[in-house]
């Protein structure tokens, strides 16, 4: 699995049922989404692929190279 | 937007001073500045706009010394030039539309008079860019754990229609920590607003310093793009449990502008 190094502070979901919900159009509110929260310098692997994308094209985070 | 009335001032603050409930007019003027272009030989005089636009907002109310009301807001400010005011005259809910600005306060009268109770007035001149926003967290209290999220607001385009693109204009958020009590390891709130291009994963768009008393207001610039989708965060620095009550908005701009 990719691993990502984050840019710029996030919060995102990572529950499955969650992520296709908020994806569908559901605006959940905030308690439901149980959202995870990565500051700058931390590696994670477990964004939402539909948003990895946008994140890499807004510089909010880089692919992580193999040993890096 | 709908007709309004007087019920639906939401709020009023100034420096994270709540000054509302004192207050029984409020007066809010944009202008443009012009010079006069008409040369010899013209028959009617011509303006045109130079450029530069100036806001002026004006209060009046009763006079209240009470701890954190009108008088221990604006009785020592005259002079200051960087009084962050922000109103709303559309009711309190998430996305209603807000006033805002960084201001000069100008003057503060008080006007005693036989058979009337006290009177306080001030005036204000804007010391930059007036600001048309959106409210993200409607001057409400905070959860008391470490973390509480706003609910989202998404853009609307110009037509009022709910619109999915980012805005390439940046714009200014602003903050107003109207209390704060510190419980044990909590030391200050940490605000910010983030941005979402789907209302799935949240970037932080802009960081307010972190207060770590109240009164306490900031209104902070960003050049960057923002997404369709905005709300804001907070958490408790030490990230124990606290009670705070804050405002937060954000004005996005167009291009150029």
Redesign the interface.
């Known amino acids: 699995m990719t691993a990502y190094r984050v840019l710029?502070?996030?919060?995102?979901?990572t529950a499955p049922g969650v992520?296709k919900r908020?994806?569908a159009g559901d605006?959940l509110?905030?308690a439901v989404?149980a959202?995870k929260?990565a500051e700058p310098g931390d590696i994670v692997s477990d964004?939402?692929a539909?948003?990895i994308p946008?994140?890499l094209e807004?510089a909010?985070i880089e692919e992580v190279a193999d040993g890096g | 937007m709908a007709v309004r009335g007087a019920a639906d001032v939401a709020f009023l603050l100034v420096d994270g001073y709540d000054i509302l409930g004192t207050v029984t007019q409020l007066n809010d003027k944009q202008q443009a500045l012009t010079e006069r272009t008409d040369a010899l030989g013209d028959l009617w005089e011509e303006h045109t706009f130079v450029g530069i636009r100036t806001a002026e907002i004006t209060q009046e109310g009763f006079y209240d010394d009470a701890a954190g009301s009108v008088h221990a807001a604006l009785s020592s400010g005259p002079g200051n030039s960087s009084r962050v005011l922000c109103y709303g005259p559309d009711g309190t809910t998430t996305g209603a539309y807000f006033k805002g600005l960084t201001a000069v306060q100008v003057d503060y009268e008080v006007d005693f008079r036989r058979a009337e109770l006290h009177k306080a007035r001030a005036t204000y001149k804007s010391n930059g860019r007036f600001d048309n926003g959106r409210v993200l967290f409607s001057q409400a209290a905070l959860n008391g754990t470490s973390q509480h999220l706003g609910n989202t607001v998404q853009r609307v385009d110009a037509s009022g229609a709910a619109a999915t693109t980012s805005t390439t204009g940046g714009g200014a958020g602003y903050l107003q920590l109207v209390s704060f009590t510190s419980a044990a390891l909590a030391t200050g709130v940490r605000a910010r607003i983030q941005h979402s291009s789907d209302n799935a994963v949240w970037a932080d768009l802009i960081t307010f310093t972190v207060a770590t008393a109240s009164p306490f207001a900031q209104r902070v610039e960003t050049t960057v793009g923002i997404e369709a989708y905005t709300r804001m965060a907070t958490s408790y620095q030490g990230g124990a449990s606290a009670q705070a009550t804050i405002f937060c908005g954000l004005a996005r701009y167009a291009p150029g502008g």
């Open positions: 710029v502070g996030l919060n995102y979901p992520i908020l994806l605006d509110p905030p989404r959202e929260r964004l939402p539909h948003s946008a994140l807004k909010c």
